[in-house]
């Protein structure tokens, strides 16, 4: 899918018309390398017809008309996710990779939480815990993070015993 095709599609999806996309897109006041000037809307119209092609430095414009990221604008296929995601992972550095397995850690380690409660002695417990599994989608990230951290030390200190 080309990039004026999914910016379309994106449109669609957010029933917003091509001359409204271009109105908020001019309010954004973007210059043009090679004129220095705004794009005029039947510019806009030519690039949303793939009658010419966009130019790279209107797409954080264009991203933020369509409340998106940049990258949502080229990665909408799997095949396209999946080689972005190979692309990233070839180049990315020690600290990105960190970051990475540190949110897929937490994310499984949430995953487990939500699958596999811990059975309770007593029914009070029980309700505590269901509360607690109930409202961990709502946890900030950091937040679950620390908890997790906490319970293991906690656990660790239990098994020494």
């Known amino acids: ?3 004026f095709e999914r910016i379309n599609t994106i449109l669609k999806e957010k029933k917003l018309t091509k001359r409204e996309f271009a109105k908020k897109l001019q309010d954004l006041e973007p210059k043009l390398h090679s004129t220095g ?3 005029s809307e039947k510019t806009i119209y030519k690039y949303l017809n793939g009658t010419i092609s966009i130019k790279i430095e209107l797409i954080p414009y ?3 008309v369509l409340q998106i990221r ?3 604008l080229f990665t909408n296929d799997t095949k396209s996710r999946k080689k972005f995601f190979q692309n990233i992972l070839k180049t990315a550095s020690k600290e ?3 970051i990475l ?3 897929l850690n937490l994310k499984i380690e949430e995953e ?3 699958k596999e409660p811990k059975t309770s002695y007593n029914k009070k417990t029980s309700n505590l815990e269901k509360d607690l599994i109930s409202l961990l989608p709502y946890a900030p990230k950091p937040l679950l993070k620390n908890f997790v951290t906490k319970l293991k030390e906690i656990k660790d200190f239990n098994d020494s015993l």
């Open 1 to 3: 899918m080309e990039v």
């Open 37 to 39: 000037e705004t794009p």
């Open 62 to 64: 264009i991203a933020d």
């Open 70 to 72: 940049e990258q949502d």
């Open 96 to 98: 990105e990779l960190d």
């Open 101 to 103: 397995k540190n949110k």
């Open 112 to 114: 487990n939480l939500l």
